[in-house]
């Protein structure tokens, strides 16, 4: 466990786990800027605000440029939260297609699908975070008078407790095939919790359902120099955040493996696979601190 993070910690969109989802929001925000905009995220841009932290709205405003850095300049977060945003959209865009109507976002932050994607009639979206990330993203959003596109159920839980039970208790229908995703989550749950996340899942999914979420194979990804680097990055750029008093390390399983061993086809598509089939060229460079990633698109049974 890493010395910043403890059993039961919390937080809100300002302060330490949750304060990345506000930086994964100010990015698509980004990436959905101008004319030639890359991601239709609207709701992003005034979330952001609506969390308050000034780096991220001097972002969003263009104050901060970091042309000179190859991993926080404009063109290279863009283009990393395009790839990313479009991986996670075209995966319920296809679950629904294939008939899927009960949907789950873990850790669902500043999440704005549930708003944004068309989502076929009848279609349920689940969304799981702690309960203040609920709450904010709730009132804001209702504030601002977005709609959701399908019917959302929000649940105020954290991913270590018993969640599937709350779910259940909102309505979740554990015959029904059920498109998951985890997205940007791992690293911030213990390798036990992990385990015991693709076991909740698995047992909750009627055959069919389909799960999205990343896979790091490198041991190494989250070394102490690798977080050093991210930490002095985000620091520099004005974010409090030190990213080894974040992320839980020690050897945890292979994402790919464990799911396969459970029932599921996996498919494992590299990131600069994605790049690529965006018309995108992979920054070697830039991303190596993030290992060599692939996003899992996996179907049970």
Do not use: C
């Amino acid at each position: 466990m890493s010395e910043g993070r403890a059993e039961g910690d919390s937080w809100d969109l300002a302060s330490s786990v949750g304060a990345t989802a506000t930086m994964v929001a100010a990015s698509r925000a980004l990436a959905s800027q101008g004319p030639d905009a890359l991601l239709d995220d609207p709701l992003a841009d005034p979330l952001v605000r609506a969390v308050g932290l000034d780096p991220f709205v001097r972002i969003i405003d263009g104050e901060f440029d970091f042309g000179d850095d190859p991993l926080l300049n404009r063109r290279t977060r863009i283009e990393q939260m395009t790839v990313r945003t479009r991986f996670f959209d075209d995966f319920f865009t296809g679950a629904t297609d294939a008939g899927v109507r009960q949907a789950v976002i873990l850790a669902s932050g500043l999440d704005t699908r549930a708003y944004r994607l068309r989502w076929p009639a009848g279609t349920v979206v689940f969304e799981v975070d702690q309960p203040r990330v609920i709450e904010f993203k709730t009132t804001t959003l209702a504030g601002l008078g977005a709609a959701p596109t399908a019917e959302r159920r929000p649940i105020g839980i954290d991913l270590r407790d018993d969640w599937p039970t709350a779910l259940r208790a909102n309505g979740f229908d554990v015959t029904r095939p059920t498109a998951w995703s985890a997205e940007g989550l791992l690293p911030y749950l213990p390798p036990e919790a992990q385990d015991r996340l693709f076991d909740n899942i698995t047992a909750l999914s009627a055959p069919g359902s389909r799960l999205a979420t990343e896979h790091v194979p490198d041991p190494n990804a989250f070394s102490d120099e690798r977080l050093r680097h991210i930490t002095e990055r985000w620091q520099r750029a004005g974010f409090d955040l030190n990213a080894a008093e974040l992320f839980y390390r020690g050897e945890r399983s292979v994402v790919v493996d464990y799911l396969t061993g459970h029932g599921w086809r996996v498919e494992a598509h590299p990131a600069r696979e994605l790049y690529a089939r965006n018309g995108f060229e992979f920054p070697e460079d830039e991303l190596a601190a993030f290992g060599d990633l692939s996003y899992v698109d996996a179907t049970l049974g």
